[in-house]
């Protein structure tokens, strides 16, 4: 493994009960991309996210962020993951969840400073939720519960930031602004995003990059590749329909493929 990836894989497997929810995998993250991670049910995107952030360990291959092991790297990435069911009358306030993103930065028995605070003004600010400081984070729309888990991601001032299906019942006009973010984030901080999305319509119109898994790495590199030569279809085992958005009149591209039996992961 050798620079100038961001992130990398060398042959990971992880098992979960003897079934591999990754079998395999190799892959590179390029700086300051957008890369998009597609894949059925059950192909092992969140536990490639997951071995990425150090919650998963691979039971062989190399994970390596910024050239290091996950756990000596995570002050540089931000994770956020699949939106979480909060009651909508417990206390906790939006400026208090994203705080809880300097936590690791802060330290234990201390609390937070003037840059810690300041780091959670410019993170809110980022993604337009300033003045939703102090209400309730489970009585926010499901929009804007996901501003503020990026703002979380966001505080740590990260330079690789993972989301796990951040526009999961989202509006679509919240979507594009979700977007819109995403490339400000690339542009303006010069920061490498890697997402988990179900909607391969859009995310290949906005991805420099899409990987497509079923346990195994079916597809990497650019989006137009991936579903000109048919390997989105073949990873998902079935008949791939997808509906693509460009800068010319949406279309469609169908593949017919055998049924393939997947596993949990």
Do not use: W
């Not at 291959?61 to 540089?76: C, D, E, S």
């Not at 989301?163 to 594009?176: F, I, K, N």
């Not at 995403?182 to 995310?203: A, F, P, Q, R, Y």
């Amino acid at each position: 493994m050798s620079a100038p990836y961001v992130a990398q894989m060398e042959n990971v497997t992880v098992l979960y009960r003897g079934i591999a929810a990754l079998d395999n995998v190799s892959l590179n993250i390029q700086a300051e991309t957008i890369t998009g991670l597609i894949g059925p049910n059950g192909a092992g995107k969140t536990t490639l996210l997951k071995a990425f952030v150090g919650l998963v360990k691979p039971d062989a291959g190399k994970v390596r962020v910024f050239g290091h092991p996950p756990g000596k790297a995570h002050n540089l990435i931000g994770y956020v993951p699949q939106l979480i069911k909060v009651e909508s009358n417990f206390p906790v306030q939006v400026r208090e969840v994203v705080m809880m993103g300097r936590y690791g930065l802060i330290g234990s028995g201390r609390f937070p400073g003037l840059d810690d605070r300041e780091a959670v003004d410019e993170a809110m600010a980022r993604v337009n939720i300033g003045e939703l400081a102090n209400k309730r984070f489970g009585a926010l729309s499901g929009g804007e519960k996901q501003k503020t888990l990026i703002a979380r991601a966001l505080s740590s001032r990260p330079r690789l930031l993972l989301l796990d299906e951040p526009t999961t019942g989202v509006d679509s006009p919240s979507q594009d602004i979700f977007y819109q973010l995403l490339h400000e984030l690339k542009k303006d901080l010069g920061m490498t995003i890697l997402l988990v999305s179900h909607d391969i319509g859009v995310i290949t119109s906005h991805a420099d990059d899409l990987i497509c898994i079923n346990q195994k790495v079916y597809s990497h590199g650019a989006p137009g590749d991936a579903v000109g030569k048919g390997l989105i279809g073949e990873a998902y085992g079935c008949e791939a329909e997808i509906l693509l958005h460009g800068h010319s009149a949406p279309h469609r591209v169908v593949g017919v493929h055998s049924h393939r039996e997947r596993h949990d992961g």
